[in-house]
């Protein structure tokens, strides 16, 4: 287990398509992070934004994040304090956004299995992450570029240009 | 470039911008972008603060295009601060390029000149593959990937697989290039493309002016794909050259299209036998001839949005409500993309025939489609030339949106219920 791993994180089970309008409402982009949040999700899951909790996780169905290139969809869920999110496919535009806000995205063919509630954990196996259901069964991932995990790893990609910065 | 490996259009454009040969599918390139378009919602509210954190500066400020289009005119005083930010941010900058409350983005940039065959692009705007229509490799990136840009004027790409459209025949008066796009979003669903490379070809496509190009590109975000490309001909060149682009920035167009043998999946499709296609709420994916539609009443018809309110849609609109009004409890609106396209829509009289049928005239910008301003009310159903009808985009999420082309909406604004504009021409 290293430090990109956790576990007995709680699943909040969306359906495919899951789109950047539904995650971040138009009507509220004027405004912050703190606003859009407690707006996020509530055309298509009225009881998400109220109850989320830190180190909880979006399990979706196909296609996650279609839509707007408006990254506040993905800052939402790192506002939100959403540990990742497990989905079979994303768009590719929201994929990009997401590692730039380092929202951890986990591409999981498997997704589906995942039920409401369930409790799961992610380990990463050399570059493979493997999402570990609490009935013991694993789930592998798609590996996931070392670039994109360093921007996972400091916060995202301004935190890294920061880091990287010459002295 | 080496003559012996084949490649697509893409690979030509993405090893151009890296600087190499050629590129393999798959693998991940740094590229040196050639132009990045910002607007005031995902541009200097979001970028400003991030580079004066960093202390860095624009990488080239000739290369940027910032637009003022989704908070004008300001509704409230939310609004007015994002402009302010974005036209104050522009100032201390020094921005050459500004184009300000005269239009959406993705029509005010190629408007002026500034996308021509070959190029490397960026926009902070999903629907910045409308660049693809003029030979550019162009894709929608967030405000954060924009600051990487505009420190360092690269950005990574995983070189993509192309999917070509290949369009056989000729469309029928009363259908556009809206219905051959919403066709193929049904079809390939709205993340078909994969984030790959979507190219429209054949003779149907080199049959259709700049501006419908624009709207197959456009919506190639609607497929999930990174571009939409669509390699430059006569129709590109004459159209650039008719804007004023200069000869020596159109030299070695020619050379950006795809080789026969490349490897590219290729998908055939028949235009003399599509109908106008309408998408049902809640995704560009639910289309379905307009035929199976005809018992929705819409309340509001929309002509507006960068795809579908461009100088040749408002003509199309007209064309079907030339001498007639809407119908009683169907409320016209029509929001002209660019301020240029709509001054050249009043002198030929297509602003007339629109008022004169009973619209209601809005501001040249993104308007109701962002969502970002006015929107519909409760329990509307709406027809609309916009791109995505999502839940809740453009309103509350009991509002109903249809997708559909100038053609339908204004034929159906007109009969009050959705309505097959060839039977108006009839």
């Known amino acids: ?167 | 470039m080496s003559a012996a490996v084949s490649q697509t259009l893409a690979q030509k454009l993405i090893a151009r911008a890296a600087g190499r040969s050629h590129v393999a599918v798959g693998e991940v390139v740094t590229c040196n972008v050639d132009l990045a378009m910002f607007h005031d919602s995902s541009g200097p509210r979001r970028l400003k603060p991030m580079l004066d954190e960093l202390g860095a500066e624009i990488w080239d400020k000739n290369k940027v295009v910032l637009v003022l289009d989704h908070y004008v005119p300001a509704q409230d005083a939310d609004a007015q601060q994002i402009v302010q930010i974005a036209r104050d941010t522009a100032k201390q900058w020094k921005l050459p390029h500004v184009i300000d409350s005269e239009g959406i983005c993705h029509v005010v940039l190629p408007e002026r000149g500034h996308l021509k065959p070959g190029m490397f692009c960026v926009g902070g705007d999903s629907h910045s593959p409308t660049g693809g229509a003029f030979g550019c490799y162009m894709f929608g990136i967030g405000a954060t990937e924009m600051l990487g840009v505009c420190v360092t004027g690269q950005i990574w790409v995983q070189v993509p697989r192309t999917l070509r459209m290949h369009w056989s025949g000729r469309l029928q008066h009363g259908v556009s290039a809206k219905d051959m796009m919403l066709h193929m979003v049904g079809r390939f669903g709205m993340n078909g493309g994969q984030y790959q490379a979507v190219e429209f070809a054949g003779p149907a496509v080199q049959a259709l002016s700049m501006a419908e190009r624009m709207t197959l590109s456009n919506m190639s975000a609607e497929m999930g794909a990174q571009a939409g490309l669509i390699a430059a001909d006569e129709t590109t060149l004459n159209h650039l050259r008719g804007i004023g682009v200069a000869p020596e920035h159109l030299a070695g167009a020619e050379q950006w299209f795809t080789d026969t043998d490349a490897d590219y999946e290729q998908q055939d499709f028949d235009a003399s036998t599509l109908s106008p296609q309408v998408a049902a709420p809640h995704s560009p994916a639910n289309t379905r001839d307009v035929a199976e539609f005809v018992d929705v009443s819409p309340s509001i018809a929309y002509i507006g949005a960068c795809t579908g309110a461009k100088l040749e849609d408002l003509r199309a609109a007209a064309s079907v409500l030339k001498g007639q009004r809407v119908a009683a409890g169907v409320q016209l609106m029509v929001a002209p993309a660019s301020a240029r396209e709509q001054a050249q829509a009043t002198q030929e009289g297509v602003m007339q025939t629109l008022l004169d049928a009973g619209a209601t005239v809005l501001p040249n910008s993104c308007g109701a489609c962002a969502g970002y301003g006015a929107t519909f009310p409760e329990g509307s159903t709406v027809i609309s030339t916009t791109a995505r009808n999502f839940k809740g985009r453009m309103g509350p999420a009991s509002v109903n949106v249809y997708l559909a082309s100038p053609y339908t909406v204004a034929a159906s604004a007109l009969r009050g219920r959705i309505s097959d504009a060839r039977e108006v021409f009839a």
């Open chain 1, 1 to 167: 287990m290293n430090k990109r791993s956790f576990d007995n994180a709680r699943v909040w089970r969306l359906g495919a398509d899951v789109d950047t309008d539904a995650l971040a409402p138009g009507a509220y982009m004027k405004h912050g992070l703190e606003v859009i949040g407690w707006h996020c999700l509530e055309a298509v899951r009225t009881d998400f934004a109220s109850g989320v909790r830190e180190g909880d996780v979006i399990v979706a169905g196909a296609n996650f994040g279609i839509g707007s290139s408006r990254e506040q969809a993905a800052g939402v869920l790192r506002h939100l304090g959403l540990a990742a999110v497990i989905a079979p496919s994303y768009s590719g535009l929201y994929f990009r956004n997401a590692f730039n806000l380092g929202l951890l995205l986990l591409t999981c063919p498997d997704a589906v299995k995942i039920e409401e509630g369930e409790r799961v954990g992610v380990s990463f196996e050399g570059d493979i992450p493997v999402v570990i259901r609490a009935n013991g069964q694993r789930l592998a991932c798609a590996p996931i570029p070392e670039f994109l995990m360093d921007m996972v790893d400091a916060g995202g990609l301004l935190p890294l240009l920061k880091q990287r910065k010459p002295a």
